[in-house]
């Protein structure tokens, strides 16, 4: 094959920071999975694609760690913002055979073509807890030599990017770029909630035993908290004014079994002119919980007889198939504290709103997690 010459311009890599959001943390006890900024490929190439290679920095299925791999392998450095003799914050190197990689498409347009990588991390990385101090303001960067890039035509590789050849090699150069700047917090982590859903093993759809499916929340924390369940599709309490559950697929992921198809619910949709909830939630919208003390959710799907669909109709199911469901939703909630209820909702409105004031940044959201794989329940007719 003749070789081409490296592209007139050559191929650039550039490091563009996002703009942290206010109030935006960065939580070592919270998990977040933060997007810090986007890696930029610009490439004149208008003829045949190529494969960039980064050292550390997982561009194909985009790891969890895809910026402490970036660090650590020296393309990405980190600096104590504010103190410019402190030099770049080292982390133990690793020097790894395996290098990223991402294919970049020619293109039959006259103007350069750039591809936008994410770069993204988990705050909660047990390295992230080592190498960072917490109310210190640290920068992210690209590294100005460190750290292996390079790119090859996709046409000329055969194996692995250690098979390729010095020549076959194309430079990438690195840009001026930005830097991310962020703050870190060692908030302590909020209470886990887990869900796990309960169903009978059949569902009569004409038959005179009613088809009850159950969410059981349970926690880690021997403190009692309160959570606010209003404005979820937990907060259902009757058909004709302000209920929030709109489908029954906004609590379960319900599919056959043997096909996989979705079930299509049969559902009320509800059109208004104004905010149906109140100024505050009714005190059933509140839900204290701990270790020792779930709470159970129960939702009974109505038989298909009705005169009406029903937001609850088992309507969607088919007679002689199994199905199999998970829990769907919420997966958090944004308003909660520790303490009991009676104590939290004691009062007036006035005096409950001005209690449920809280600082949400502080104290954290509670995360919903499934504890089961699902749950299988045959239709009969």
């Known amino acids: 094959m003749t070789r081409k010459a490296t592209p007139s311009n050559g191929l650039s890599l550039r490091f563009e920071a996002d703009e942290p959001e206010p109030n935006n943390k960065f939580q070592l006890n919270r998990k977040q999975r933060r997007s810090l900024g986007h890696l930029i490929v610009t490439t004149p190439e208008t003829e045949r694609p190529i494969t960039l290679f980064c050292a550390g920095l997982t561009v194909v299925g985009r790891g969890r760690n895809t910026v402490l791999q970036a660090l650590r392998s020296g393309l990405f450095e980190l600096v104590q913002s504010g103190k410019e003799d402190a030099g770049v914050v080292m982390l133990l190197s690793v020097t790894s055979r395996q290098k990223g990689q991402y294919n970049i498409p020619s ?83 909020p209470p886990k909630l887990f869900a796990r859903l309960e169903m009978p093993s059949k569902a009569y759809l004409n038959g005179p035993d009613p088809f009850t499916l159950v969410i059981e929340y349970t926690t880690d924390s021997d403190e009692p908290f309160v959570f606010d369940k209003s404005r979820s599709p937990l907060s259902v309490t009757n058909l004709c004014t302000g209920f929030n559950l709109h489908c029954i697929d906004q609590l379960i992921d319900c599919r056959d079994n043997d096909t996989r198809e979705k079930v299509e619910w049969g559902a009320v949709f509800v059109c208004y002119d104004y905010d149906p909830h109140p100024i505050f939630p009714d005190d059933d919208d509140f839900v204290e919980i701990s270790a020792g003390k779930p709470w159970r959710f129960e939702c009974t799907l109505e038989q298909l007889g009705n005169e009406m669909e029903y937001v609850r109709s088992m309507e969607g199911l088919k007679a002689g198939r199994t199905y199999k469901a998970r829990v769907h939703g919420p997966p958090r909630f944004s308003r909660w504290q520790y303490g009991r209820k009676e104590d939290l909702l004691a009062g007036t409105r006035e005096e409950k709103m001005e209690m449920w004031e809280v600082d949400m940044e502080k104290l954290g959201y509670l995360d919903v997690k499934r504890i089961e794989e699902g749950v299988y329940f045959e239709n009969i007719a």
């Open 107 to 189: 293109t039959s347009f006259p103007q350069y073509r750039e591809v936008s990588i994410s770069v993204l991390t988990e705050t909660t990385h047990v390295l992230w807890k080592e190498v960072l101090r917490p109310d210190y303001t640290y920068g992210l960067r690209l590294s100005e030599k460190a750290g292996e890039v390079f790119a090859c035509y996709t046409d000329e590789l055969e194996g692995g990017a250690e098979d390729l050849s010095s020549a076959q090699k194309l430079p990438v150069h690195r840009e001026d770029g930005g830097t991310y700047y962020f703050t870190v917090y060692d908030d302590p982590a």
